[in-house]
């Protein structure tokens, strides 16, 4: 039986009501910290399946996280949980890759690019389109949705200008957060960087309190799991991708080979979107810079 994480004495009253006696449960506590073995051995996983690299300072986060998976799993060592790993089949992997992202998002990060997409991409790729061709955007390493929502808004008003047909992609290798997308719920925090106007004519709120993205909003895009380091989904090459504060958990190795891969998935002309503290330097042969972290297919 487990017993109270705090393994603290219960005490069991008598059926007189008043006789009291203490009954010490022992429980073996949770690791207090995650050695350092045990850290490597988790770093080189997520690194093989995810090609995430956890830095050494990422070490109490993992623990921090790794606590709950443990709890949830009634088991109180990292051993038995290196043991979960092997043992079910891939679906602990599932879980522990889930436990190793960072999912940090929010509507219009980085408004620059919304600019840029709205001023400048759009009308020269759209231009371009067809009912036979549509236009091809593709968030990758989505997270919540945040993101690819703030591509259909931009999308639908500049639409109304010049119509023509799109396909709109959000993947992540988190399956918690393609759910999420596809649900398009958020909590009031989580409506973050959007505009009252946008929330009012683009969102409902729910009983509960949060908001969900309109149905005409949630049909134009297409949510599905998948890591950026397995065979891509995509057959057609794909005119703006949004790949945002995703390669700067990856090495140097692993950026130089997605970046390699985008540029392989795009024509000339199409865009490449990446976050703040990212820089295409190993994809210069590929892409040359038109604005603020925003890059063209050569
Ligand atoms: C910090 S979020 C970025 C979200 C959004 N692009 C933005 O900039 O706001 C990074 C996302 O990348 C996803 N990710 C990490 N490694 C991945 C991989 N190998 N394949 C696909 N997605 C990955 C994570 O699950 C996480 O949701």
Not at 7 to 23: F, P
Not at 179 to 199: F, V
């Amino acid at each position: 039986m487990r017993t109270s994480a705090t393994g603290c004495n219960h005490l069991r009253v008598s059926s007189s009501g008043l006789d009291v006696s203490s009954e010490a449960q022992t429980q073996a506590p949770l690791p207090r910290s995650l050695p350092l073995e045990d850290f490597h051995r988790l770093r080189e996983l997520a690194l093989a399946k995810t090609g995430i690299d956890l830095a050494e300072n990422k070490r109490s986060m993992l623990y921090v996280r790794l606590l709950r998976r443990l709890r949830s799993l009634e088991i109180t060592t990292f051993e038995e949980y290196f043991t979960q790993l092997e043992k079910l089949g891939g679906s602990e992997l599932g879980h522990f890759v889930d436990t190793v992202t960072t999912n940090l998002t929010y509507f219009f990060r980085e408004p620059h690019h919304f600019r840029h997409l709205k001023e400048v991409a759009l009308p020269s790729l759209a231009a371009q389109k067809s009912r036979q061709e549509p236009l091809r955007v593709w968030s990758a390493g989505c997270a919540s949705g945040q993101e690819i929502y703030s591509v259909a808004m931009t999308l639908v008003d500049f639409k109304r200008r010049a119509p023509f047909e799109y396909r709109l992609l959000a993947t992540d290798i988190d399956s918690t957060m393609v759910t999420r997308t596809s649900n398009g719920i958020y909590s009031k925090e989580e409506m973050r960087g959007l505009q009252p106007a946008q929330r009012e004519r683009w969102f409902t709120e729910l009983k509960s309190g949060q908001f969900q993205a309109e149905a005409k909003l949630r049909q134009m895009i297409k949510s599905r799991k998948h890591n950026l380091f397995e065979r891509w989904p995509i057959q057609n090459p794909v005119d703006i991708i949004f790949c945002r504060n995703v390669m700067i958990y990856f090495n140097q190795e692993h950026q130089s080979k997605l970046i390699e891969n985008f540029a392989k998935q795009q024509a000339p002309g199409a865009m490449l979107y990446v976050g703040h503290s990212e820089s295409l330097q190993t994809g210069k042969q590929w892409y040359e810079r038109v604005s603020n972290t925003a890059y063209r297919r050569k």
